[in-house]
């Protein structure tokens, strides 16, 4: 049971660099054996022997499968390391996967979202530290908690939804009102994320209260799934 989150190898936040970064990732692996959490940011180019991402002078794809075959469970964070984000869009010369292309099986959960809610992934770590259980996902590893409900109903800017009161225009009379934004392609009817409610930089604003419509960053394949950021404008 981990009971006190040590964090033995992070590109940003250690102090080692280099072939001492690279020592510090091994030495945490043999110090304990399935007994760590792999987190994983990023996707993972498998075109051309992974070429398109190296760490350490290996291929990421080597590092993820030897770090995550011996993790207690890996998550995945981002939308790049859940299906291979912005990389693995059509016309991607990268041939990028997530972290379920590279290492199929083990316990993995997956915290999509363009950037990732910090806020999403420190609740995951802390409900394992408490429960001694990964949290409840959907059939895509996504927890529940941050993921089992439509970003549109949880707007702030659902009422006026309801009403008819729309934006129309970027900087229009309704949207320097606040008004809804599915006419500018908002995509938060499609969409499963807790961004209204836990938002983001410690709860000050999200998207849709910024300004701009969801656009559906956590929705598998999104960037080809929910392009066309506007395509609502015109259609009635
Ligand atoms: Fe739904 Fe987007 Fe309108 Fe909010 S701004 S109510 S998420 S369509």
């Known amino acids: ?15 080692p660099s280099g072939a001492d970064a690279e020592l510090s990732r091994i030495t945490t692996m043999e110090k304990h054996p399935n007994g760590y959490v792999a987190v994983v940011e990023g ?29 207690l469970a890996t998550i ?11 990389p693995a869009a059509a016309g991607g010369p990268t041939g990028a996967v997530g972290v379920s292309g ?13 950037p ?16 001694n259980q990964w949290p409840a996902t959907d059939g895509r590893g996504r927890p529940l908690f941050a993921y089992g409900g439509l970003v549109h109903n949880q707007c702030e800017r659902r009422p006026h939804f309801e009403f008819g009161e729309f934006a129309a225009a970027w900087g229009d009379e309704g949207s320097q ?32 209260k910024a300004g701009h419509g969801c656009v559906g960053c956590t929705t598998p394949r999104f960037w080809d799934a929910m392009r066309s950021e506007e395509r609502r404008v015109g259609e009635e």
């Not at 996707?43 to 993790?71: S, W």
């Not at 995945?76 to 912005?86: I, K, W």
């Not at 809610?117 to 609740?123: D, M, P, R």
């Not at 809804?180 to 930089?201: D, F, I, Q, V, W």
Request: a negative charge.
């Open 102 to 114: 590279v290492v199929p099986g083990g316990q993995l959960v997956s915290l999509p979202g363009c």
């Open 76 to 86: 995945a964070v981002g939308s790049c390391a859940f299906d291979g984000g912005l």
């Open 116 to 131: 990732l809610n910090v806020e999403n992934l420190t609740a995951t770590i802390v409900h394992y530290l408490t429960f």
């Open 177 to 208: 009102k606040g008004w809804c934004l599915y006419k500018m392609g908002c995509k938060g009817p499609e969409t499963a994320a807790n961004c209204p409610t836990t938002r983001y930089s410690d709860g000050t604003s999200w998207s849709v």
């Open 43 to 71: 996707g993972i180019p498998l075109a051309d022997e992974g070429v398109h991402c190296m760490v350490g002078g290996r291929a990421f794809k080597d590092v993820v499968r030897e770090v995550c075959d011996g993790a």
């Open 1 to 15: 049971i981990l009971d006190v989150l040590y964090i033995d190898y992070d590109e940003t936040l250690m102090a």
